[in-house]
């Protein structure tokens, strides 16, 4: 369990985290979303270790952070960065994934094990002996994730892995956070698409000028008269035109199918 | 030091990193540290820039022990890490009073050197702040995976080698870019031109570069025929 007490932080030029308290549950799928400059990543950086709190406390499993290095939390909190270039440094993809285990003097039966678990569930057996700077985006992206996920973490944390892929790295990518989330790993992810957000997301975090502004459901979030174009969230296309519908006694509903039925549906039982 | 011509500032240079060799008084080259200061405090330049020179006067005083401990008396280990001080504040108030572009251009149009090596010396200057935050971000990336920067010396220069690996490689894609960049936007077309508008020497770059043009050629004859000075 990870919990932020009344944590602020400040940068020498301005104040990017107000005093946020919120506690992420074991098996959570959390999103936080917002604004450019909201306070997302640097929010995402003070849960892992990589900034202090100028105020508050931030507490994993009971234990404060506050003296311990990101290294310390690796087996606890698998951190993937928006660029995975910056930790690529072995020559294959196998080599790459044991590099964590290396590190924190795992045996070498446990390294084995998990480096192959790590590569069967992020869909990379095929390219264990491949080069990693040669991967596809989407597949550097998911060896980041096998790479942290060698280290048995309980929790991961996403800073935007689905940026600058194309659709089916970012379906293949999601699918695998909603498999690791089902297998009981806590998920927090930072983003900016609404369409993952209310596809897989149970809870949403929004972050306005370093203030958290929102906490609930996505339905939640789009649903009650939030001011959400203010927030720089935007209603999920779906959404959207359900809403829009909706005044002509189309149920609303996020879901694309659910929608295509009500539409559809009368259309079908006619021809039937 | 602002309303100086970049070239004049360029040759300070050279001429206070002459002195600093010239001089061998503690006393004297303490003096130019100090006449150094002063300049930088007229010149009014960020903060970052005077944590830098604490960094420096620390490595200069660090200096000055190893040299007295490996056998140095005082007088040479201070003047040693005086040269050192001295020969780096001047560069560092060049470049905290001109633009890079400005020296590019001065290089370029009144010292002749080729524009290719001109801008290959500024690139570099360039890159370095964007280096040191690179080396922040994969210590960062690195240590979400264990990697700590803890321990003796040696393993942690041992540790820092899977930071200087991505670190290299990022550069190298990193210049790669840029020269493509730089290409798509003209450079090394044959009409491009370095403007001067900011190069140009006036009156008080003249009675500058010739005072201490005049010092250093004094403190020459001096040290080749010793006068007492």
Redesign the interface.
Same mark, same amino acid.
């Given at each position: 369990m990870l919990e932020l007490r009344q944590v602020s932080f400040a940068y020498p030029q301005f104040t990017a985290v107000r005093d946020i308290s919120l506690t992420v549950e074991p098996g959570e799928f959390t999103a936080i979303v917002g604004k450019n400059g909201s306070g997302k990543t640097t929010l995402t950086r003070l849960m892992m270790s990589l900034l202090k709190p100028s105020h508050g406390q931030i507490l994993l499993n009971g234990q404060d952070t506050k003296k311990l290095l990101p290294a310390d939390l690796a087996t606890t909190i698998g951190y993937v960065f928006q660029n995975p270039d910056r930790q690529i440094l072995r020559d294959t993809v196998e080599q790459e994934i044991a590099y964590g285990p290396q590190q924190l003097g795992f045996s070498p039966d446990r390294q084995q094990k998990n480096v192959q678990m790590a590569m069967e569930v992020c869909g990379l057996a095929e390219l264990a002996q491949a080069y990693p700077r040669s991967l596809s985006k989407g597949c550097k992206q998911r060896l980041a994730i096998a790479s942290v996920l060698a280290l048995e973490p309980q929790m991961l944390i996403l800073d935007e892995p689905t940026s600058g892929q194309d659709a089916t790295d970012k379906d293949k990518m999601m699918k695998l956070l909603a498999d690791l989330n089902n297998q009981g790993l806590t998920i927090i992810l930072v983003t900016h698409d609404m369409e993952i957000l209310m596809q897989y997301a149970q809870r949403v975090i929004v972050l306005n000028a370093g203030n958290m502004v929102f906490d609930g459901t996505p339905n939640d979030l789009f649903m009650d008269n939030n001011p959400i174009a203010a927030w720089g969230l935007q209603v999920p296309t779906i959404l959207h035109l359900s809403q829009k519908l909706a005044k002509y006694g189309i149920p609303a509903t996020n879901s694309a199918d659910r929608l295509c039925q009500s539409l559809l549906g009368p259309m079908e039982d006619k021809q039937l | 030091m602002r309303r100086y011509a970049p070239l004049t500032k360029l040759i300070l240079t050279i001429i206070i990193s002459i002195w600093a060799i010239l001089f061998d008084s503690p006393a004297i080259l303490a003096g130019v540290a100090g006449l150094q200061l002063l300049l930088l405090a007229i010149t009014r330049v960020s903060t970052t820039v005077y944590k830098g020179i604490l960094g420096l006067v620390m490595f200069a005083l660090m200096l000055a022990v190893m040299q007295y401990l490996f056998g140095a008396t005082i007088s040479l280990a201070l003047v040693t890490g005086l040269r050192m001080l001295n020969m780096t504040l001047i560069f560092i108030i060049m470049l905290a009073s001109t633009r890079i572009s400005d020296i590019t251009a001065a290089l370029v149009k009144q010292c002749r050197i080729p524009s290719d090596y001109a801008f290959m010396f500024t690139a570099a200057l360039r890159f370095i702040p964007d280096f040191l935050e690179?080396s922040k /971000?994969?210590r960062? /990336?690195?240590?979400?995976?264990?990697?700590?920067s803890?321990g003796n010396a040696f393993k942690r220069m041992k540790s820092y080698l899977?930071v200087v690996?991505?670190l290299v490689?990022?550069a190298v894609?990193k210049s790669e870019t840029m020269a493509m960049s730089l290409e798509l936007r003209g450079f090394g077309s044959q009409r491009q031109q370095a403007s001067l508008a900011h190069v140009a020497l006036h009156g008080r770059d003249y009675i500058l570069i010739s005072l201490t043009t005049l010092v250093t050629l004094a403190l020459i004859i001096n040290k080749l025929q010793p006068i007492g000075f």
């Open positions: - | 690179e /971000a994969v960062e /990336a690195q240590s979400c995976r264990g990697y700590s803890r899977t690996e991505p490689l990022r894609t």
